[in-house]
T-cell receptor, first 112, second 114 residues
């Protein structure tokens, strides 16, 4: 019940295209859903996060869509750029603490 | 403003040995969490410290222990190392209150157990 399942494992998108990564969770107590971006040799960095009181959150080219009834959320990267090439992790947690449960990651490659 | 710093960046140990990893949190942060990231996997929560005490713990054996100092820096200790302990160990800091949930990560300590 603590798992967060992330797909796909890897993704190749042409420059300018839309990258979509999906996650599903089981624990209905989760109320905080962040996406982290990790470049090789670096620690993860927060990209965007959402709480279940909204169905969508947009920050620049990055959008989270959240479906509470399906227990699913996704990251959309519009106008994908080569600099977006990284590993993306979804995570879930309870806001009262910082203990996050992480997906396995998606390696995104943007082709020029 | 320095971010989260970790040391050492890389280290090699043999089975049965003990290791200590260190972390200095971002300025203004008083809470430190440790995560283990195996190759090709997402981070797994080990434990969290604030006010110099372990407050939460993930599903890790007692071989994993930690400490937080009055200046909020922290250590992760792993005893009786196993081959399966080879991983990137990430430290993340956050403010106890008002942080909005964001974790700030260091670049990690890469541990190889031979």
């Amino acid at each position: 019940q603590q798992q967060v399942k992330q797909s796909p494992q890897s993704l190749i998108v042409q420059k300018g295209g839309i990258s979509i990564i999906n996650c599903a969770y089981e624990n209905t107590a989760f109320d905080y859903f962040p996406w982290y971006q990790q470049f090789p040799g670096k620690g993860p960095a927060l990209l965007i996060a959402i709480r279940p009181d909204v169905s969508e959150k947009k920050e620049g080219r990055f959008t989270i869509s959240f479906n509470k009834s399906a227990k699913q959320f996704s990251l959309h990267i519009m106008d994908s750029q080569p600099g977006d090439s990284a590993t993306y992790f979804c995570a879930a947690g309870v806001d009262s603490n910082y203990q996050l449960i992480w997906g396995a990651g998606t390696k995104l490659i943007i082709k020029p | 403003d320095a971010g989260v710093t970790q040391s050492p960046t890389h280290l090699i140990k043999t089975r049965g040995q003990q290791v200590t990893l260190r972390c200095s949190p971002k300025s203004g942060h008083d809470t430190v969490s440790w995560y283990q990231q195996a190759l090709g996997q997402g981070p797994q929560f080990i434990f969290q410290y604030y006010e110099e005490e372990e407050r939460q713990r993930g599903n890790f054996p007692d071989r994993f222990s930690g400490h937080q100092f009055p200046n909020y820096s922290s250590e992760l200790n792993v005893n009786a190392l196993l081959l399966g302990d080879s991983a990137l160990y990430l430290c993340a800091s956050s403010p106890r209150f008002g942080g909005g949930g964001e974790l700030f990560f260091g670049e990690g300590s890469r541990l190889t157990v031979l």
